[in-house]
């Protein structure tokens, strides 16, 4: 070891490489346990809070694992005069990431993809035509991205719209799957998300039993496809319990 | 596809691998919308709909991170692991929209994509692993690309109580929602995206999948010969 220590730095090459490549695809494997050991059937557990920004109408923190995000919700308000009159209100959405939210500092711009996502999955549950002329403004800030962002910040959304008092149809519940190898895990971490074949993200109304937004991306057989909806169906009911049990705990709080 | 009308094209250049993927090529999907489609698309209007035509073709042909049930191979566009690989442009525009636009723009680029040939590349030996290697595209070889696996994608619009394949843009006018499923050859999805605020019910998205699969296969058929047809006549002339 000395010997080492002493090696002049021209014969010492640092491979950044072994890093990486470290990480054989073990995904195959049937009885492979997940980083933070829960079963593949079980999400992590969830950290809601209401009322997080004081200046905000609305505003809502979630903390599922490593993913940490903050929702704030302005509105309704006047829309800009250069828009035209419409008769049913306005969702205007907007997501973005820290730059200290990833593991490499400087997160890829996709920030208008999910933005858009965002936009679609909230505004079949919204009342909008409760509010004509306004504007409601939603902005999501992802402080940490530990996997699973985007249900996450849908799920952190639809809970700061709650606090703000906009009318809604139903909470939203958002959950998605990933599909190593053969096997199908729920709520992936970022390392998973990494490795995962395919992954399947649903957001539904829970009460409802209805599904405003799918995406899929990967391979999948209609079987699977079955069994990840009913999974995630099942995931969202029970988070929709959880975000309504929050919900009366900060309204019982703020009436004592 | 009926008045409809889009056009794709695809181009490669030679570029650096990024980082996180050394040994993979790199594919860039865009679309445009062209103002001479509809008139709102001048200058910003038709921002908002390209990109979500991009990020849908996006998922539905480059598949999951890990690159499984990807419709283009990736590491087949690679020539030297983290020095050199192929960039792929595929640029699509809408000339004419008249409903139905991702199914058009798939069906396109799947033509484009079995058209295109990728020239051969020789690579002059490296000095040492830090210099760029010396690359020597050939003009004369080409290698076909492999379309093989491309998916066909089928948007299935929700109207009323019914659903219907293909919706011209007055049917589309009237919807609830549409589902866009993407389907390969072995009858796997490979991308769904679900456009539209009405909520579903789940029994409802199973069903349409299975109608999606069902249509797809007839629609891969005739693709495939329409394709092999325009690429024989164009070796004749």
Redesign the interface.
Known sequence: MAAKAGATPATYSPSPTTNKKTRPPLFTDVDWVRPDGRDFHQCRPAFLRTGAVNAASGSAYAEFGNTKVIVSIFGPRESKKAMMYSDIGRLNCNVSYTTFATPVRGQASENKDISSQLHKSLEGAIMLDTFPKTTVDVFALVLESGGCDLPVVISCASLALADAGIMMYDLVAAVSVSCLGKNLVIDPVTEEENYQGGSLMITCLPSRNEVTQLTITGEWSASKIHEAMELCLDACSKLGKIMRSCLKESASTSQE | MGKTEVIASVKAELGRPSSSAPDKGKVSIFVDCSPTAAPQFEGRGGE?LS??LS?ALR?CL?????G??AGINLSSLSIVDGKVCWDLYIDGLVVSMDGNVLDALGAAIKAALSNTGIPKVNIASAATPDEQPEVDVSDEEFLQFDTTAVLVIVTLTKVGRHYIVDATSEEESQMSSA?SVSV?RQ????????????????SV??DM??VA?HVSEQLMNKLDSEIAAAEAMEEDS
């Open positions: 908002e990109m979500e990020a998922q480059l598949g999951g991170k890990s499984a049930g589902v390969n009858g796997l999805i490979c991308g769904l995206t679900k456009r539209g605020g009405a909520g579903l019910d789940p998205i199973y999948i299975s699969k």
